[in-house]
């Protein structure tokens, strides 16, 4: 297989990342990053930021208005980040 970013090609087909680019190689990862999600989640997750980051915008002024479900939510969100089950704007799993 090729990486689909720079075209290196890789050996080892149960690659998550492209060795030479770091391009996510899984057709359902997010381009958005996790750990950046991760930490906007963190700091400002009661304002549902994160939300707003990786293009989930109607969720987010939801989140923003309700103080991230008062935390509930926003702690809900922070875990399915670390368990990488939260997924983008257009449904594709947040893994790098
Ligand atoms: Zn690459």
């Known amino acids: ?10 050996q080892e087909s ?6 030479e680019c770091g391009a996510s190689l899984s057709k359902n990862a997010s381009s958005k ?25 109607g969720t987010g002024i939801l989140q923003l208005l309700t103080f991230g479900g008062i935390g509930i939510w926003a702690l809900i969100d922070l875990i399915m980040l670390i368990l990488e089950k939260f997924t983008d704007g257009e449904g594709r799993l947040l893994l790098n």
């Open 1 to 10: 297989m090729f990486c689909p970013q720079c075209g290196h090609e890789i």
């Open 14 to 19: 149960a690659a998550q990342f492209c060795p």
């Open 33 to 57: 990053s996790k750990i950046v999600a991760i930490l906007l989640c963190f700091f400002l997750g009661c304002l549902g930021i994160h939300r707003f980051y990786v293009g989930k915008v």
